[in-house]
């Protein structure tokens, strides 16, 4: 069965502190996996996607990603958090090949803490 | 430029009645989806076009949901003898194309309450 888990629904981290948000998958055929963060009162916005090659992907605001085909895993990571950094963050899968499908996780919420 | 629109931001309506939600995407982005999101929970997929068809519409939950994008730009989620279970967020998001490796751009939303 497709799935995304993301086992942490918040994650608290100091300000300049580095930061991981956790993402595992399962599905069939090649994995497209996505970073989409939510900011209060605004739509969700892409971070960042892994497709193919390398399996660290760099995005937006000076986030990465991690793509672990091994552990099925595709954390999000920052060297060093900012308080604006505070957000929900969600993590999707497309699904099997041969569909549109799109999974997302149940996110998970960033505080960085001044 | 402009990103995706949603109309209404909020919709009230009582249970049994019909809505249609309405969907403005970025323009020259074939693909577009519709997505429910419940307080707590990630976006759940409902349904993707590319272009004027539905390409995979999977995620509907009944026959009470449907969705139409006829001349491959405004799409309308339509939802018919609504229930108290229907209230949620629905989100719309387009891409430049159907492939999947394309990121999704999302709009703000229709906050839909069932009373």
Redesign the interface.
Same mark, same amino acid.
């Given at each position: 069965a497709q799935s995304v888990a993301q086992p942490e629904d918040q994650v608290n981290v100091a300000e300049g502190n580095p930061l991981t948000v956790k993402c595992t998958y399962s599905v069939s055929g090649n994995p497209y996996l996505f970073w989409y963060v939510q900011y209060p009162n605004r739509g969700l916005q892409f971070l960042l996607k892994y497709i193919t090659g390398d399996n660290l992907v760099k995005g937006s605001y000076g986030f990465e990603a991690e793509f672990n085909k091994s552990q099925t895993s595709f954390h999000l990571k920052k060297p060093s958090a900012l308080v604006s950094d505070s957000a929900l963050y969600f993590c999707a899968v497309r699904g099997d090949s041969g569909t549109y499908k799109y999974i997302f996780g149940t996110g998970t919420r960033l505080k960085v803490l001044a | 430029g402009a $990103?995706?629109s949603q109309t209404p931001s909020n919709k009230v309506t009582e249970k049994g009645k019909y809505v249609e939600l309405r969907c403005d995407p970025i323009s020259g982005h074939t693909?577009l989806?519709w997505?429910r999101q419940s307080l707590?929970?990630?976006?759940?997929?409902l349904i993707?076009f590319?272009g004027t068809g539905a390409?995979?519409d999977? $995620?509907l939950p009944n026959d009470r949901f449907f969705a139409v994008r006829p001349e491959g730009s405004v799409s309308t989620l339509k939802i018919q003898r609504t229930e108290r279970g229907d209230s949620a967020v629905y989100?719309c998001?387009s891409s430049l194309r159907?492939d999947?490796?394309y990121?999704?751009?999302?709009?703000?939303?229709t906050r839909l309450t069932v009373t």
């Open positions: - | $990103g995706v693909a989806y997505y707590g929970q990630g976006p759940e997929f993707y590319q390409a995979d999977s $995620g989100l998001a159907g999947s490796t990121e999704q751009y999302f709009g703000p939303g």
